[in-house]
């Protein structure tokens, strides 16, 4: 769906490249992350995918042409999610998503999205009396009520409850399913690893690894499995800990006389999670 | 629908909406107190005036308040990944706020033929705010531009009063007496507003009128190309860069 070839990008006011020669590719029907800390080039990465930044080198293909040869019919076909709200306080939600989706020659059914998310029934109150979870909502049925062939989302699950992002992660999935392609910026590793086929880390405007979240966890994680037990006859608090290879655990005697003689509390495989990858990649705690 | 439609009810319903139609109405209604105040029945000196500064100071703030209000909101945010003209936009913005000039016109020329005595031609004076407001509409977006806020962007227009627009009315009714500033203030654009507004009286010269014509309909069009290729830069900005 994208190519994108040694992009390199400098701000007008600054001395150094933002992007500094980025390549990578987006497949049609993926859920494509952008991982990285704050500053390192994301956002200036989905600017550029979105036609909002130009000037930059290299190239970037979308659908086989070149991007900077696309005009305003681009936005046809891409739909664009912010992480703050951007609608017109004033106008009612039904009248923002009115307003939007006559600019489009494609035009979803909002009403049966807004459903789902649980807007619906506050379609005719204005903006400004939504809570902040309602208008992430709201942004994502803006986002995608031109049935968009390509979404860029950024941080889209931010400040919505356990439930209502469940709902959103399914749409996104659904989405991917029926072909939809995505490109996700978040911190949230959660959704990461819940959603994302494959994820792009960035450092320094530099893509330092692109990998599939399982494979990443396998070439970044111990192959080990850890077992905490105790003495039979002692309580349910593990005392003891052990970690055996997991590529020679079926042959291993001390794993199998451990499960045949002590109290299993524990035995995790020591899979490495993506928040563990992240600070190891980037070199920056993900909060900080 | 073509899309330059669907941004001009979007436009007009926001007027509506977030009151500035309501603000532009009492504005006028201000006017019309005072003329109200005047004492004098013939107001065909101090008509031109009022509408001057309408036509100027106003087109500028409505273009800031609005284009303010959807950067506060993020709503710019999303507009600029939509199919939409950047020429449509612009262009939207500087249609409603011509067109809010000439409801602020008509009103005040109602007015004025009811209950006061006017000796000026309404086509006139209707072609004269039409060309005023659209070029200080586009007058309105290089402030904008160039101010981080609305405060800021009430601190550029009152300079523009101040180096173009009062000096200008100062030396149209006198006040000031000097051939040479006189000469200089042909080069301000607000000069070229006050003589097409008075022209509609009658009694300008026929190159001052041509002269008016010229600096605001060439000058409207180089400034919108001016504000056209500026956009680019404004929306990088406003995309959080």
């Known amino acids: ?28 029907g993926e859920i494509f992350g952008l991982l990285g800390p704050s500053g390192v080039g994301k956002s200036t990465t989905q600017k550029i995918m979105v036609k909002l930044l130009s000037g930059y080198q290299g190239e970037i293909y979308y659908r086989g042409k070149e991007l900077k040869g ?54 005719n109150k204005k903006v400004d009396q939504f809570s902040k979870g309602m208008k992430i909502r709201l942004n994502f049925v803006r986002a995608v009520l031109n049935n968009p ?34 490109l996700l910026s978040t911190h949230l590793m959660n959704d990461v690893d819940e959603l994302c086929d ?83 990649i980037t070199g920056v705690e993900k909060h900080a | ?31 019309i107190g005072v003329l109200y105040l005047t004492e004098i029945p013939d107001i065909t000196f101090i008509f031109p005036m009022l509408i001057y500064v309408d036509s100027t100071s106003m087109a500028i703030l409505l273009v800031g308040v609005t284009i303010f209000f959807e950067k506060q909101e993020g709503s710019l945010h ?77 601190i550029n227009m009152m300079k523009y009063m101040f180096i173009f627009m009062i000096p200008t009315l100062l030396e149209y009714i006198r006040i000031i007496q000097h051939d040479l500033v006189e000469m200089i203030l042909y080069l301000a654009p607000t000069k070229a507003a006050i003589i097409l507004l008075y022209a509609a009286a009658g009694e300008t010269e026929l190159w001052e009128i041509i002269y008016a014509l010229t600096y605001l309909g060439v000058g409207s069009i180089v400034l919108f190309m001016v504000v056209l290729k500026k956009f680019e830069q404004f929306a990088v900005q406003e995309s959080g860069v």
């Open chain 1, 1 to 28: 769906m994208f190519q994108v070839k040694d992009v390199t990008y400098r701000y007008p006011k600054n001395r150094e490249d933002t992007i500094k020669g980025i390549t990578f590719d987006i497949r049609q």
């Open chain 1, 70 to 123: 696309y005009d305003k019919e681009y936005y046809q076909e891409i739909g664009v999610g912010f992480e703050v709200p951007v609608h017109f306080s004033k106008l009612t939600a039904e009248e923002n998503i009115n307003f939007f989706r006559k600019l489009y020659r494609n035009q979803a059914n909002t009403d049966a999205m807004m459903k789902r998310l649980g807007i619906f029934d506050a379609r």
């Open chain 1, 149 to 182: 062939a390509v979404l860029f989302l950024d941080e889209p699950t931010i400040g919505l409850d356990p439930s209502n992002a469940r709902i959103l992660k399914t749409m996104i999935k659904e989405y991917r399913d029926y072909g939809g392609t995505v």
């Open chain 1, 198 to 280: 494959r994820v792009a880390f960035m450092v320094d405007g530099q893509i330092a690894e692109i990998d599939t979240p399982q494979n990443l966890k396998l070439k970044h994680g111990e192959k080990k499995v850890e077992v905490e037990y105790n003495e039979h006859d002692a309580g349910d608090r593990p005392s003891k800990r052990a970690s055996f290879e997991l590529e020679t655990i079926n042959r291993n005697e001390e794993f199998f006389k451990l499960m045949r003689t002590k109290k299993i509390i524990t035995m995790h495989s020591k899979e490495t999670t993506l928040d563990d990858i992240f600070i190891k």
């Open chain 2, 1 to 31: 629908m073509p899309n330059f439609l669907v941004l001009l009810l979007g436009e007009i319903k926001r007027l509506q909406r977030y009151n500035i139609m309501t603000a532009s109405v009492v504005v006028a209604l201000l006017w």
């Open chain 2, 78 to 154: 999303t507009l600029l990944v939509t199919p939409i003209n950047k020429k449509d936009y612009l262009l939207n913005k500087s249609v409603v706020t011509v067109a809010t000039s000439i409801v602020t016109l008509v009103i005040l020329y109602l007015y004025a033929a009811i209950f006061k005595e006017i000796d000026m031609s309404f086509t006139g004076l209707l072609g004269a705010v039409i060309l005023v407001s659209l070029f200080h509409s586009l007058v309105g977006f290089l402030l904008t531009y160039r101010s981080r806020d609305f405060t800021a962007l009430l």
